[in-house]
């Protein structure tokens, strides 16, 4: 074996170690890449999870608001009273047994519901929590009644205005 021989294995030997080594470098390298595109993937998932939670919560509190409203909604059905921690939305129902009111109002953080005989006075701890909010303001003009609270805002058109019953 002459030198050239012993050269050419030796190069040959470093080349498929140096092939090797960069098949396994490249590896690493796709790895890592893959392993933080999964991360990425997994907070982006997480972060419109979140909003969409939120979303849920926001339009459930609105929509209990608004159901409530509207299982009441009848003629001259609502007013207004002052509750433990501000106004009160007051809608009234007349049968045989007496008047009754559903009052909605805010009450250590929450916008509760309470159901009592008309006239009497606010019993919040028998009231039963609809709402985590700092705040609870309505409004009614021609026909329509806005709820504001901390998870914003709904729109009642109401059919009693309309003569429905």
């Known amino acids: 074996m002459t030198g050239r021989d012993k050269d050419f294995g030796i190069r040959s030997h470093d080349r498929e170690r140096g092939g090797r080594m960069f098949t396994t470098l490249l590896f690493a390298v796709i790895t890592l890449f893959l392993l933080a595109a999964f991360l990425v993937g997994v907070n982006a998932y997480q972060s419109a999870n979140s909003m969409r939670a939120n979303a849920d919560e926001m339009r459930l509190g609105l929509s209990l608001l608004s159901n409530s409203v509207r299982t009441n909604d009848v003629t001259d059905a609502v007013g207004v009273a002052q509750g433990p921690e501000g106004p009160a939305l007051v809608l009234s129902e007349h049968v045989d047994a007496g008047d009754y009111e559903t009052r909605l109002y805010l009450y250590q ?23 985590a909010s700092e705040s609870f303001d309505f409004t009614y003009e021609n026909g329509l009644l806005t709820i504001y609270t901390d998870q914003g805002s709904t729109c009642i058109a109401l059919r009693s205005v309309r003569g429905g019953a």
């Open 109 to 131: 953080g929450n916008v509760v519901e309470e159901y009592a005989r008309a006239g009497s006075a606010f019993t919040p701890e028998r009231a039963r929590e609809m709402v």
